[in-house]
């Protein structure tokens, strides 16, 4: 019997798939990348949303398996193909946990509000930028990038001397925190990781993919 299919639905300018593919990679899974066409509207077609009902990418399907949420993915991916990148020990999993877990609370939250404000409002006419939302956004990812930025102060990784899930998506938020003009500059420690993180192969491959 042939081992059934690993796929990822995708989209190049979703960085949520862009982090998650990149781990998929970094851990070498064999995935197969379909492109779900995020500007034709293919995430609300009846069949993508038999896979995710909430019509967003990415959604890891592996057989009869169906996955959605980039970091269940994303861990998923790490616990079928051990690398450091998701290590056995349970301190270890934990304190990336807790990094994937302030980067849904607290990170992420703001770089999506300035992602939204900067950028996806006026490519889909939704008006101008609210500057009192976009205000707010940056001061609160001013403030959790200082936090970001000492933590990386005595350490290469988030987690450590080698990449791990933490860093994978702490990375895709920093990235898209760039392209949404937000205030990224001035801090030298997250500038310093966020070239290692840029430079590694598997981040690498998904910039072109
Ligand atoms: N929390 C989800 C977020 C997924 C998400 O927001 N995906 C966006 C692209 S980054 C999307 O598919 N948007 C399509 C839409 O809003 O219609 C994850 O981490 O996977």
């Known amino acids: 019997m042939s081992t059934p299919a690993l796929r990822i639905h995708y989209h190049p300018a979703s960085y949520n798939a862009r982090r998650a593919l ?3 990679f970094h851990v070498g899974a064999p995935v197969e990348i379909v492109i779900c066409d995020l500007m034709a509207g293919a995430q609300g077609t009846p069949a993508f949303r038999a896979l995710n009902p909430n019509g967003l990418v990415p959604v890891l399907e592996d057989g009869d398996f169906v996955l959605w949420e980039s970091m269940a993915i994303a861990q998923y991916l790490a616990d079928k193909y051990p690398s450091s990148a998701w290590p056995a020990d349970a ?3 934990a304190d990336i946990t807790r990094w994937q877990a302030w ?8 770089a999506d509000v300035l992602l939204f404000e900067n950028r996806l409002k006026g490519m889909f006419g939704l008006g ?4 009192v939302a976009v205000a707010q956004a940056e001061a609160a990812f001013t ?3 200082k936090v970001l930025d000492a933590q990386l102060a005595s350490r290469p990784y988030v987690v ?3 990449p791990t899930l ?3 998506a702490l990375a895709g938020t920093f990235g898209s925190a760039t392209y949404s003009g937000g205030p990224v500059t001035g801090f030298a420690n997250i500038d310093r ?6 430079a590694l192969p598997a981040w690498e491959r998904v910039s072109k993919t």
């Not at 980067?103 to 703001?110: I, K, P, S, W, Y």
């Open 22 to 24: 990149a781990v998929a």
């Open 103 to 110: 980067d849904l609370a607290h990170f992420g939250r703001a």
């Open 91 to 93: 301190r270890a999993r």
């Open 166 to 168: 933490a860093d994978f």
């Open 128 to 131: 101008a930028p609210n500057e």
């Open 160 to 162: 450590g001397d080698a």
């Open 143 to 145: 403030k959790h990038a």
């Open 193 to 198: 990781w966020y070239g290692k993180m840029q």
